[in-house]
């Protein structure tokens, strides 16, 4: 019973933001058309239960007239019922994607907010493959939602309605047993109340081990088609090291797991299966069985039988909801956990921590200084991996970082651009300040050169020619002329080319500081020499720190400072001054 109130309390937790959105009038109104529709379905309902007492009797009395008055109400029916049905599924669908679209902007723009899907990713949370979360999650939690909720109140309706004319037809056809009557009042509803316990209890006792067994399907299969992206990914490497063989055997173990875990919900689904389809065959026949001594007796005729058979029917299925939506209700419950894991995830990779528990980045009025004070920086495991005291980056400076494999350098950078939370003192970087980070492998989004190039920015914010000058600076100029042309830059050019279109971005974004982590690693010396000469004479106020293991950068800079081992830690000390520096 907890369980279930804890469902529903997330349910309405993820569900209820829709409706008090701007979309909320819409959305209100398609849902209570819908409630509207279901209702009336279930008048038209109680409509024909007593139109089945009518047509049977006249059937029984051979009566020609009352037969074809009959059969015109019942035209009647059956089209306001069609019509009614039609019409519910066309709003339903349009509910439907009104909701999934702001649930998917909504989750879009939470998960796509400073760097949060990196620290969910960081932290290890509950949300595995959240792009399984937004897309097929959202689509089967709005779906599933709509489709178990209508149900539920179509059933709780029906319920009443029938049980009053269930009640009613007890008392009409009194139990005749041997000859006596019992007065049993409403018998029959207590009939169907047996009969629909019993089977939701079998039901939830036989099928419940699918709640989780759904669960980890969906889990197994992301999972899958996750390794499958990064085989397509990787493809490369993956055929310059001849990996085929442990690709293929390493993806036949995973969806292993997909093979396994779905023999387990066959077996379980085979059981659930035969006894909700005997359950459901038995129904058919229960209330004849339960209105046959009266029948038999002559105590009602063929329509009241036919009747009250259709009106158990009614109740019966009303509180047989459970049974019959049972799968969909476990599949329901695993995507509400999912749904609900992911939004904690994104609640605790947001979160501020309390002082002292993270890094602090505090923005600097009026300094044009980068500034860490007593900054200890952490790995996830809560590992102290890099302090530094008291540094200072000052304005226009340019310096080189450099220290071992592994000491920290590119944590310390992921650190003063905001994105590492794990240590603690604090950053100060000058209010308004733009920093651009530019790693060893630049990111370029699929699509045309012209926006690869320009990114995060929009496509207009430089003009074309501005483009074309900053590829032919940085020795690109046969990109130059293909600005429109669509492609996966990452895969279609080299590192080097990788590195040089990302100092183009550099040089179009002009930021007041450039971190540049081995971001010309892969280019030969001269060409790394040459770059540097660009940036200083292309970007003269700029603030450049880069990280590089090759001693000719010192050229480059004013300033050299060092990670340099203590115990476990790596403390950012200044070094000697570069003998002759270009940089000055
Ligand atoms: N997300 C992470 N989770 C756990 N450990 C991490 C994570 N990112 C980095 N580390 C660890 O932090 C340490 C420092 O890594 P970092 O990339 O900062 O080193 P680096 O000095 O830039 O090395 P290199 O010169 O080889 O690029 C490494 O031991 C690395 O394994």
Same mark, same amino acid.
């Given at each position: 019973m907890n369980n279930i109130r804890a469902t529903l309390a997330t349910v309405g937790r993820i569900a209820a933001p829709y409706f008090r959105s701007e979309d909320k009038w819409a959305g209100r109104g398609l849902l209570a058309a819908v409630i509207l529709i279901e209702?009336?379905?279930?008048?038209?309902?109680?409509?024909?239960?007593?139109?089945?007492?009518?047509?049977?009797?006249?059937?029984? *009395?051979?009566?020609?007239? /009352?037969?074809?008055?009959?059969?015109?109400?019942?035209?009647?029916?059956?089209?306001?019922?069609?019509?009614?049905?039609?019409?519910?599924?066309?709003?339903?669908?349009?509910?439907?994607?009104?909701?999934?679209?702001?649930?998917?902007?909504?989750?879009?723009?939470?998960?796509?907010?400073?760097?949060?899907?990196?620290?969910?990713?960081?932290?290890?949370?509950?949300?595995?493959?959240?792009d399984q979360r937004i897309t097929e999650d959202v689509k089967t939690f709005v779906e599933q939602t709509l489709t178990l909720g209508i149900g539920l109140l179509s059933a709780i309706v029906t319920l009443f309605s029938f049980v009053i004319i269930l009640w009613g037809l007890s008392n009409a056809a009194p139990l005749h047993i041997s000859g006596v009557d019992l007065a049993i009042p409403g018998y029959l509803v207590w009939g169907a109340l047996v009969y629909a316990i019993?089977?939701?209890?079998?039901?939830? !006792?036989?099928?419940?081990?699918?709640?989780?067994?759904?669960?980890?399907?969906?889990?197994?299969?992301?999972?899958?088609?996750?390794?499958?992206?990064?085989?397509?990914?990787?493809?490369?490497?993956i055929a310059l090291l001849d990996g085929e063989r442990a690709e293929r055997e390493r993806l036949l173990h995973r969806f292993?797991?997909?093979? /396994?875990? !779905?023999?387990?919900?066959?077996?379980?689904?085979?059981?659930?299966?035969?006894?909700?389809?005997?359950?459901?065959?038995?129904?058919?026949?229960?209330?004849?069985?339960?209105?046959?001594?009266?029948?038999? &007796?002559?105590?009602?005729?063929?329509?009241?039988?036919?009747?009250?058979?259709?009106?158990? /029917?009614?109740?019966?299925? &009303?509180?047989?909801?459970?049974?019959?939506?049972?799968?969909?209700l476990a599949e329901w419950r695993a995507v509400v956990a999912r749904l609900d894991g992911f939004e904690m995830s994104i609640a605790s990779a947001t979160q501020r921590p309390t002082q002292g528990e993270a890094i602090a980045i505090a923005p600097a009025a009026g300094s044009r200084e980068i /500034?860490?004070?007593?900054?200890?920086?952490?790995?996830?495991?809560?590992? @102290?991996?890099?302090?530094?005291?008291?540094?200072?980056?000052? &304005?226009?400076?340019?310096?080189?970082?450099?220290? @071992?494999?592994?000491s920290g350098k590119s944590t310390l950078f992921r650190a003063i651009a905001g994105i590492w939370p794990f240590g603690n003192g604090t950053i100060a970087i000058p209010g308004q300040a733009r920093l651009m980070m530019l790693p060893q492998r630049p990111y370029f989004p699929v699509g045309p050169l012209r926006d690869a190039i320009v990114y995060p920015a929009g496509r207009d914010v430089f003009k074309p020619g501005q483009i074309r000058d900053a590829l032919v600076a940085v020795g690109l100029p046969k990109l130059a002329v293909r600005l429109e042309e669509d492609g996966h830059w990452n895969r279609m050019l080299s590192l080097g080319e990788q590195q040089r279109l990302g100092l183009a971005r550099a040089l179009l974004h002009k930021p007041d500081y450039l971190f540049l982590d081995e971001a010309t690693a892969s280019l030969d010396e001269p060409?790394?020499?040459?770059?540097?000469?660009?940036l200083r004479e292309e970007l003269p106020s700029t603030t450049i720190v880069s990280i590089g293991h090759r001693s000719t950068l010192e050229?480059?800079?004013?300033?050299?400072? &060092?990670?340099?081992? *203590?115990?476990?830690?790596?403390?950012?000390?200044?070094?000697?001054?570069?003998?002759?520096?270009?940089?000055?």
């Open positions: 209702l009336s379905l279930v008048a038209i309902d109680v409509l024909v239960n007593q139109w089945y007492s009518r047509f049977y009797n006249y059937l029984q *009395d051979r009566n020609w007239d /009352g037969f074809v008055w009959e059969v015109g109400v019942f035209i009647v029916l059956a089209s306001a019922s069609v019509a009614l049905s039609v019409y519910q599924l066309y709003l339903n669908q349009w509910l439907q994607i009104r909701w999934r679209n702001w649930l998917t902007r909504h989750y879009l723009g939470e998960w796509l907010d400073s760097a949060t899907h990196y620290r969910m990713q960081l932290k290890g949370d509950a949300a595995d493959n959240p019993f089977g939701t209890a079998l039901t939830h !006792w036989i099928g419940s081990p699918l709640v989780n067994l759904n669960f980890e399907q969906q889990r197994y299969e992301a999972d899958f088609r996750f390794n499958l992206v990064r085989v397509r990914e990787n493809s490369e490497q292993g797991f997909v093979v /396994g875990n !779905w023999y387990a919900i066959m077996s379980r689904t085979k059981r659930l299966t035969a006894f909700t389809t005997s359950y459901a065959q038995a129904a058919v026949i229960f209330p004849f069985i339960l209105t046959a001594p009266a029948y038999f &007796a002559g105590k009602i005729q063929l329509g009241g039988m036919v009747q009250t058979a259709s009106a158990f /029917g009614s109740v019966q299925k &009303a509180l047989s909801f459970f049974v019959s939506a049972y799968r969909s /500034g860490l004070d007593q900054l200890l920086v952490k790995l996830p495991n809560g590992m @102290p991996l890099v302090t530094a005291v008291d540094f200072t980056i000052g &304005a226009s400076e340019r310096v080189l970082v450099t220290g @071992p494999s592994g060409s790394e020499a040459q770059l540097y000469r660009l050229a480059f800079h004013t300033r050299n400072v &060092a990670l340099v081992r *203590d115990g476990d830690l790596h403390v950012l000390k200044g070094v000697s001054e570069p003998a002759s520096s270009e940089a000055r």
